[in-house]
């Protein structure tokens, strides 16, 4: 398992932008694929975009497609979520996981690595 930690939300207005960061631990970071997922109150956990161990492809879910943008730097340890054109039902708290199959990233019960997370708040 890797330990995983995000940072870079916060509050903007709706329209803005925010990129989420998240610094994992570990030699073998480009052993997992990697994903954010968010979570808003009352709601259940949802995958909003993910990416391969080489970052050759990526998933986006349809209410983020043309607005995010994942990405990662294996020789940072880091996965990042750029998030354009923010809208107030992005307002949730913000997690990334890892795990070495992608496939996995459709299980989240089944994930090996999370972050704490991190809220992000879009005004109207």
């Known amino acids: 398992q890797v330990q995983l930690v995000e940072s870079g939300g916060g509050l903007v207005q709706a329209g803005g932008s925010l990129r989420l960061s998240c610094a994992a631990s570990g030699r073998t970071f480009s052993s997992y694929a990697l994903g954010w997922f968010r979570q808003a109150p009352g709601k259940a956990r949802e995958i909003v975009a993910a990416i391969t161990r080489s970052g050759s492809s990526t998933y986006y879910a349809d209410s983020v497609k043309g607005r995010f943008a994942i990405s990662r730097d294996n020789a940072k340890n880091t996965v990042y979520l750029q998030m354009n054109s923010l809208k107030p039902e992005d307002t949730a708290v913000y997690y990334c996981?890892?795990?070495?199959?992608?496939?996995?990233?459709?299980?989240?019960?089944?994930?090996?690595?999370w972050g704490q997370g991190t809220q992000v708040t879009v005004s109207s």
């Open positions: 996981a890892a795990d070495p199959s992608y496939g996995s990233m459709w299980q989240p019960g089944f994930l090996g690595s």
